[in-house]
Each structure stands twice: as C-alpha cells, then as structure tokens.
Nanobody
C-alpha cells in the first residue's frame, strides 16, 4: 500500500521560495514516475511537474523556469523547489506516484496509463 506524505508548505511573500518534500512509503520508483500537482481554490487540479525514473522531467508552462523537481531514490523522497513564487501560485500542492496497472504500457524507460496514488497535500500561500 503506497503512502505519500507531503511537507514544506507554508506562507511566503511574493518573490520568496519554498521547498516541498514528498516521502513515499510502500513504493519503489519505477517507470511510471512521480509528479507534483496543485489545486487552486475553485479550480481543477493541474499538473505542476512530473519526473520519470531516468530523471526526465516535464513542467507546466506556468512554471517558466521557477520550479525544480528532483528525487532522492535512497530516501524515497520527491522534492519541489519553488523560487520566485507569485500570488497565483497559492494552492494545495500534492504529490502522486505511479504504479503499473492493467492498461499500462511502456515506451522505452517511460510508462503510461499507470495507477496513481495521491498524498493529502500541503498548503502554499503566497501574499
């Protein structure tokens, strides 16, 4: 059973930085990858970043070079370094972890249509 616990959220002034962590238990990094998502008040959850086991990383357009995702396999931890935070970045940030499912398939080292587990999220407030 996969458990994901996020931490590192808080309140910060515009232009400031925060580093989020997501500790995964019962999980082994694999080709399905892990990601950060956020949900702003009244809006749908959206992708922030996604990282594959081989280090390939994808970012949402709104990141614009301000955020960096990394993973520490030894600690089973996913990170999101957020710099130059803007008021619009205020949201609940959650991490997700993918596992092989009945419809999953892989292209090289990257796998898709995986079953995703989610953490509870951590609040980030920028003012």
């Amino acid at each position: 059973h996969v458990q994901l616990v996020e931490s590192g959220g808080g309140s910060v002034q515009a232009g400031g930085s925060l580093k989020l962590s997501c500790v995964a238990s019962g999980y082994i990094f694999n080709g399905c990858g892990m990601g950060w998502y956020r949900q702003r008040t009244g809006e749908e959850r959206e992708l922030v970043s996604f990282i594959m086991q081989d280090g390939f990383t994808k970012y949402a357009d709104f990141v614009q070079g301000r955020f960096t995702t990394s993973q520490d396999n030894a600690k089973n931890t996913l990170y999101l370094q957020m710099d130059s935070l803007q008021i619009e970045d205020t949201a609940v940030y959650s991490c997700s972890a993918g596992e092989w499912g009945p419809h999953s398939y892989c292209k090289g080292a990257h796998c898709y249509d995986c079953l995703m587990s989610w953490g509870q999220g951590t609040q980030v407030t920028v003012s």
